[in-house]
T-cell receptor, first 115, second 109 residues
Framework: SAVISQKPSRDICQRGTSLTIQCQVD?????MFWYRQQPGQSLTLIAT?????????ESGFVIDKFPISRPNLTFSTLTVSNMSPEDSSIYLC????????????FGPGTRLTVT | QKEVEQDPGPLSVPEGAIVSLNCTYS??????FMWYRQYSRKGPELLMY????GNKEDGRFTAQVDKSSKYISLFIRDSQPSDSATYLC?????????FGGGTRVLVKP
């Protein structure tokens, strides 16, 4: 397994501003992902954070809105840009510490409220 | 139709009862199936994963996959109040996990 921390744990932001969320893992991992979990909903994959290259985004998510950095094998950031109330959600990072893609471990999440 | 469907619950059971959770999926191109547990205000925690049809047991938890009917189940024996959480089923295809909406479980002492 892996120990994952996220910062901030929660934030309240104003419409039109941006927030950067950090994800730190206690060991080097190849695969790192960012998910969104809207109130009462399940998890939706935003993108795969690739180390040393541009992130791979899922349908419906774009780099201009959710820029992602992955400078090394233990750290990634997700920025939520030009926020609107519809971006209010929990944002989670996950990692695959071993060989099996299906064994994903999640951080505690960042609870974002946009007013 | 969603790729993975779960009854949202809540499912309320008395302590010591068996909790039975189910998921259906719509795409046959999946090999691995997972169950995650998510406590309130926490990230999901991987409980079990299974590959192919059949049963897999881990302590009080049993995961069951029936690929012919595209059905995934999780059974929790001797349920405890600490099992109260939302349970998410998930399937893996390629490099992507797809999650069901989750079933909220409440185990009453």
């Amino acid at each position: 397994s892996a120990v994952i921390s996220q910062k901030p744990s929660r934030d309240i932001c104003q419409r039109g501003t941006s927030l950067t969320i950090q994800c730190q893992v206690d060991s080097q991992v190849t695969m790192m992902f960012w998910y969104r979990q809207q109130p009462g909903q399940s998890l939706t994959l935003i993108a795969t954070a690739n180390q040393g290259s541009e992130a791979t985004y899922e349908s419906g998510f774009v780099i201009d809105k959710f820029p992602i950095s992955r400078p090394n094998l233990t750290f990634s950031t997700l920025t939520v840009s030009n926020m609107s109330p519809e971006d209010s959600s929990i944002y989670l990072c996950s990692v695959v510490p071993g060989q099996g893609f299906y064994e994903q471990y999640f951080g505690p999440g960042t609870r974002l409220t946009v007013t | 139709q969603k790729e993975v469907e779960q009854d949202p619950g809540p499912l309320s059971v008395p302590e010591g009862a068996i909790v039975s959770l189910n998921c259906t999926y719509s795409n046959s191109a999946f090999q691995y199936f997972m169950w995650y547990r998510q406590y309130s205000r926490k990230g999901p925690e991987l409980l079990m994963y299974t590959y192919s049809s059949g049963n897999k047991e881990d302590g009080r938890f049993t995961a069951q996959v029936d690929k012919s009917s595209k059905y995934i189940s999780l059974f929790i024996r001797d349920s405890q109040p600490s099992d109260s959480a939302t349970y998410l089923c998930s399937k893996a295809a390629g490099n992507k996990l797809t999650f069901g909406g989750g079933t909220r479980v409440l185990v009453k002492p």
